[in-house]
């Protein structure tokens, strides 16, 4: 009977044992614990990234294979949990790319890049982003800029916004979204006409 | 896009204590920012599901037992941030521990290997698009012939590709660069010409993925190689 790692023990020391005794019975349990602790969690953010059930099966076995290959290139001083996370998201960006690097039409048919280089981010040049991003940080507080940059960057639907950040109200993030954009837009207007 | 905050420095940086000067720097971009919100969703298992989550989370445990990424016996499911799978999951677990149970486990594999390949050799011309489990595990590399000054990756056709997209990740797993249009398949890397992102002796991670009229259908698992 394969011995059950302890439900106490760190995903660190979890991940230390397996590289310890890869192929081994007991790292090959340390590798199944800390993936039976992280699958659901892993699977329910797919989910919520591409909303299909099939495909976020996909997207979230995949994750988890590419986490066990990189495994032992993992830095034990961070933080276990926002490295999966990383891989898991970008992964499930990458599975709709196309959709999730669409700027924000869908609040006035406007976007952050529209007065710059056009609605496709992948075309947008390295120094408009940039110049973009010194914008936001002058003009829009924390959340405004983390709901922009969800809603423009990772391609996240208003209503996950609305439950990620915990707006209150009614119009949710899209009222935050709307302001985030009013202001970002003056201050460009204003640095575009000074 | 560029500069996108990798894994490894998010995990680091979130570790930090807030009163950290490299962390409240970090907290200035609206990236950092946007990146721990979603972090603090993810941890919350329960806020993320969907209706089907719990019979979802059972189908993704088998396709890893069948994948051979974890054993198939029961194991506790520990939770790092102090939630539990609840009493269902228990139960399953003490289900699946049964030789009777995974008795049965294994038959279903085999039948849906036997289904998987009769599909496949079956399969013509319709319209039925590569997803599932079984579309990741087929669609994969077949090898890579490392030789001085050019690499060489081959993989799968994958049924219905009408072109493959090699993607690079870099060790965070983040993409660093991509070649597109491929229409065969295999590819050659070549020193000298290497795809914008690439360093020469950089050791990265590759995987090909199938496209139907530029939709993404497949893709292979992640292999690591040694660029030319």
Not at chain 1, 38 to 60: M, P
Not at chain 1, 145 to 160: K, N, P, Q
Not at chain 2, 207 to 217: K, T
Request: net charge negative; aromatic share 6%; proline share 5%.
């Amino acid at each position: 009977m394969r011995s059950r790692p302890d439900e106490a023990t760190p995903d660190e020391a979890l991940i230390a044992e397996y590289l310890g005794d890869r192929g081994g019975a007991r790292g090959r349990a340390a590798l199944s614990g800390l993936i039976e602790r992280w699958s659901g969690r892993v699977y329910g953010w797919a989910f919520r990234v591409v909303r299909e059930r099939e495909s976020a099966l996909d997207l979230a076995q995949e994750s988890l294979m590419q986490m066990v290959e990189a495994l032992p290139r993992y830095e034990p001083r961070g933080k276990f949990s926002a490295w999966l996370f990383v891989i898991v998201h970008r992964r499930c960006l990458s599975a709709v790319r196309r959709r999730s690097l669409d700027l924000d039409r869908e609040i006035d048919g406007d976007s952050l890049g529209a007065r710059g280089a056009g609605p496709d981010a992948e075309h947008e040049s390295a120094a408009a982003m940039r110049r973009i991003f010194a914008v936001m940080e002058q003009v829009l507080d924390p959340r405004e800029r983390a709901a922009l940059w969800l809603r423009a960057y990772e391609g996240m639907s208003v209503e996950d916004i609305t439950q990620v950040l915990r707006v209150d109200g009614a119009s949710g993030a899209r009222g935050l979204l709307q302001t985030a954009r009013r202001k970002l837009r003056a201050a460009l207007d204003h640095e575009g006409g000074s | 896009m560029e500069e996108r905050l990798h894994a490894v420095d998010f995990a680091r940086l979130i570790a930090l204590p807030e009163e950290d000067p490299e962390r409240r720097r970090a907290e200035a971009s609206p990236e950092f920012q946007a990146m721990r919100h979603m972090l603090e969703e993810f941890e919350q298992p329960a806020a993320s599901g969907g209706g089907d989550f719990d019979d979802a989370r059972d189908e993704l445990e088998r396709r890893l037992v069948a994948a051979g990424v974890v054993d198939a016996p029961a194991r506790p499911a520990p939770d790092a941030v102090g939630h539990t799978g609840g009493s269902r999951r228990t139960g399953l677990l003490v289900m699946l521990s049964r030789p009777a149970t995974r008795a049965g486990l294994a038959f279903a594999a085999v039948v849906v290997v036997i289904a998987f390949a009769t599909w496949t050799l079956n399969f013509r011309d319709g319209d039925h698009l590569m997803r599932g489990s079984m579309g990741a595990t087929e669609f994969r590399m077949t090898g890579v012939r490392e030789a001085p000054g050019e690499v060489v990756l081959h993989w799968t056709p994958a049924p219905q590709a009408d072109q493959y997209r090699v993607v690079f990740l870099g060790a965070d797993l983040i993409e660093t660069s991509r070649v597109e249009g491929v229409k065969d398949t295999e590819a050659v890397i070549r020193a000298g010409q290497l795809p914008a992102g690439l360093t020469s002796g950089a050791v990265v991670s590759v995987e090909v993925e199938a496209l139907r009229g530029g939709d993404l259908i497949s893709t292979t698992p992640a292999r690591s190689i040694r660029l030319p």
